[in-house]
C-alpha cells in the first residue's frame, strides 16, 4: 500500500499553492478545510481491487512528489500528479508522467486538469496531451473548480 502519510503531505502543500492562486473561487481556508486523509485512504483501499497504483518521487533524498494512476481495458487513467513547489521545473513531474506512461502502455491515457491551470495543461501539452472537452469538477470546501479532459494517444 502506499504511503498515505507522505502523500497527503504532499498533497496538501501543493494545493495550499495552487488552489488559491489560480483566479478561482478558492483560499487557503478552504483547502484547510478538505480531509485529504480520509481521501487517499479511500483511494489506497479501490487500489487493491482495481489496478491502480501509485509512485514516490524523491529528489536529493527528499519527497518530492507523487503520481496515481490506473489501468482500464484499452485505457489509462492518469488520476493526479502532484509535484512539491520547491521540486517543480526539476524533471520530478516529468519522470513521474514518463514512468506512469510506460507502466500503462495504452492507447489512450486520460486525466482531468484545472481549466485554469495554465502551467499545468502545458505541461501536459509537452507530453502530447490535448484538450477534449470538460472534466469532472475539484471539489475543495462547498466550490467547484472547473476542469478540462485531457487525453493523449499511442503512449
Known amino acids: 500500500m502506499a504511503d498515505i502519510s507522505a502523500i ?3 498533497k496538501k502543500r501543493v494545493w495550499l499553492v495552487t488552489y488559491p ?10 483547502v484547510l478545510k478538505k480531509d485529504f486523509i480520509k481521501l487517499e485512504l479511500g483511494r489506497s483501499r479501490n487500489m487493491v481491487s482495481n489496478n491502480w497504483r501509485y509512485w514516490l518521487a524523491k529528489k536529493d533524498g527528499q519527497l518530492a512528489g507523487y503520481i496515481a494512476a490506473k489501468k482500464e481495458a484499452g485505457q489509462g487513467i492518469i488520476k493526479l500528479i502532484h509535484v512539491l513547489p520547491e521540486f517543480q521545473g526539476q524533471g520530478v513531474g516529468s519522470a513521474l508522467l514518463n514512468q506512469v506512461l510506460k507502466w500503462l502502455k495504452s492507447k489512450e491515457v486520460v486525466l482531468q486538469v484545472a481549466k485554469s491551470n495554465q502551467k499545468a495543461i502545458s505541461f501536459y501539452q509537452k507530453f502530447g496531451f490535448f484538450p477534449t472537452g470538460r472534466g469532472n469538477p ?5 466550490k467547484k473548480i472547473d476542469t478540462v479532459k485531457m487525453i493523449t494517444l499511442d503512449t
Request: charged share 40%; hydrophobic share 40%; glycine share 6%.
Open 21 to 30: 492562486n489560480l483566479g478561482v473561487d478558492v483560499n487557503r481556508d478552504d
Open 138 to 142: 475539484i471539489r475543495v470546501a462547498d
Open 8 to 10: 497527503t503531505k504532499i
